[in-house]
């Protein structure tokens, strides 16, 4: 498995990575490429694709954040992997690989939130020693120590 950064050349990979992890998402369903280019050229988003065979098994995009103090924060809005390719460490890989993201674009600080109800979710973040906010959603939050 490998793990890809999509970049501004990338809108049709872009397209075709959520065709084939979420097919019935808006992004794979629509036909604007200018969205997908914009995304892909905005500084402060990501998109990482995983790739079996060179065949999208799994996807995470997020965006990073900056503080009125100045401080930047990495948080991953969506992670996604191919029911036939859960539990071989995709989603791990790509979690790992959007911290490192963040870390190598100076943040700080690492993000995400899942469902109470996907204890699978919880697991994973947990694993990877996500320190768990208890009240509200259900939220995972990093150090991201910058010479790691």
């Not at 991953?76 to 390719?85: F, N, S």
Request: charged content about 25%; hydrophobic content about 40%.
């Amino acid at each position: 498995m490998e793990i890809r950064e999509l970049s501004s050349d990338d809108g049709s990979a872009l397209h075709a990575l959520f065709a084939a992890v979420l097919p019935d998402s808006p992004t794979a369903r629509s036909t604007d490429a200018a969205t997908r280019q914009a995304f892909l050229d905005d500084p402060a988003t990501f998109a990482l694709g995983a790739y079996a065979d060179d065949a999208p098994v799994g996807l995470a995009w997020g965006i990073q954040m900056r503080s009125p103090s100045g401080r930047l924060t990495t948080y991953l809005h969506e992670l996604d992997v191919r029911a036939d390719h859960r539990r071989q460490g995709t989603g791990t890989a790509l979690v790992e690989a959007a911290m490192e993201l963040g870390r190598a674009r100076g943040s700080t600080r690492f993000w995400l939130s899942t469902g109470g109800h996907n204890d699978i979710a919880q697991s994973l973040y947990e694993s990877l020693g996500g320190d768990r906010k208890p009240k509200g959603d259900v939220n995972y939050w990093w150090e991201l120590d910058r010479d790691a």
